[in-house]
């Protein structure tokens, strides 16, 4: 049986944040623009949340800290986030690129799946539709975005990050393989640091190197992942555009003044992240099912421990419990902590009158 040709573009917006500053205060336009924690001057203890590219040529980045961003590139105009703005926008934008889809997927806050199978013909159509697109939204939100477009999501969404800002990257189907082997494993979506490590360690560097690997050999050393892994470094990806309730994870995390090793601080801090979760959950009317607590210990080593419930909710007293239950294990006398975090994620769209629980 021969499977329907799908053509699918992955659309992606510029430095989205500062993005958004910069249209609202065109004075900061040419300077770095750092959105994020307070930088207090050097001793903040928060993380940047994005730059602009002029901040991006100092070093600066999405995650890392705030004084050393503040170190990289003190000149910069540093912002608190200003969400209900990004959101705004970003739901403009959705509704614009909505439009143009047979299929359509929003993934994070300034990044969409289009399957536009059946409103092309073919990959000099899809171009000009791209075009099209990306001149809306310019025109409408004087925001730029880059579009990568491919057979698959995979390709698609690897395809937009090849040409930033302002890209349009066409992978046809046929160039698929030829496009991704030079591109370094870590581009492929899921693998992290130390998959990336552990695939260096057998002399794997680049996606194809990974594509000409003995599959059997990946299976074994990574389960079902290797498997996986193999597939899409051959460019293979069949999971389908999927509408699907916008968000796919809510989140609040916080960085202590000082680090601590007082599971009383810990504690109510976690309470009052777990309230400021579920007060966004209850407005955009979304049960959730899983919970994830992180946990950042002051020699920034990382941990994250999640629980899926047996039942969906959206009632605080379910969040504290569980959230408190899943940060136990990282509370101890020798090791303080720099940060914590909740998120909630595996979502039902609720009716309106249930989220009053
Ligand atoms: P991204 O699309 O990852 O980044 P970006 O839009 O800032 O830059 P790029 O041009 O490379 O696409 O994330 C979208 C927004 O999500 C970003 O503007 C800010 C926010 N964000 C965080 O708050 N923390 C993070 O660690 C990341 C990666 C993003
Ligand atoms: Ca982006």
């Known amino acids: 049986m021969s499977e329907k040709k799908r053509i699918i573009f992955h659309l992606d917006m510029d430095h989205f944040y500062t993005a958004v500053e910069e249209r609202e205060h065109p004075e900061y336009k040419g300077k770095p623009v750092i959105v994020g924690a307070d930088p207090k001057g050097g001793a903040g203890r928060g993380v ?77 159509e899809a171009e000009a539709l791209a075009k099209q697109i990306k001149h809306e939204i310019l025109a409408k939100e004087q925001l730029t975005c880059s579009i990568g477009i491919g057979p698959n999501k995979l390709t698609a969404k690897i395809a937009s990050d090849y040409q930033k800002p302002d890209g349009l990257t066409v992978v046809k189907e046929g160039e698929v393989e030829r496009f991704l082997a030079p591109l370094p494993v870590r581009k492929l979506l899921w693998v992290g640091r130390k998959t990336e490590a552990k695939l260096k360690a057998l002399g794997i560097n680049t996606i194809g190197d990974l594509a000409r690997y003995d ?78 607590v992180k946990v950042r210990y002051e020699n920034f080593e990382t941990h994250t421990r999640s629980k899926t419930l047996p039942f969906m909710t959206n009632r605080q007293q379910d969040l504290k419990k569980t959230a408190k239950e899943l940060l136990q294990a990282y509370l101890r006398h020798d090791r303080k902590i720099r940060l914590i975090g909740v998120r909630v994620s595996s979502f039902v769209k609720g009716e309106k009158q249930k989220t009053l629980a």
């Open 215 to 292: 599959p059997a050999v990946l299976t074994e050393t990574f389960g079902v992942m290797g498997t996986q892994m193999h597939l899409m470094a051959r460019g293979i990806d069949r999971s389908e555009v999927e509408p699907r309730t916008e968000v796919k994870s809510i989140s609040h995390e916080t960085t202590f003044e000082e680090d601590t090793d007082d599971a009383d601080t810990v504690l109510k801090a976690l309470d009052a992240l777990s309230e400021e979760v579920c007060k966004e959950a209850l407005n955009q009317s979304l049960f959730f099912k899983t919970v994830t």
């Open 48 to 124: 940047v949340a994005t730059s602009n590219y002029e901040a991006r040529k100092a070093g600066v980045k999405s995650g890392i800290p705030i004084s050393r961003a503040w170190k990289l590139c003190p000149e910069a105009i540093y912002l608190p986030p200003n969400f209900p703005l990004y959101i705004k926008v970003s739901n403009e934008i959705m509704d614009i690129a909505r439009k143009y889809a047979d299929k359509f997927e929003q993934w994070g806050i300034d990044e969409a799946f289009l399957d536009v199978s059946s409103k092309v013909k073919d990959y000099a």
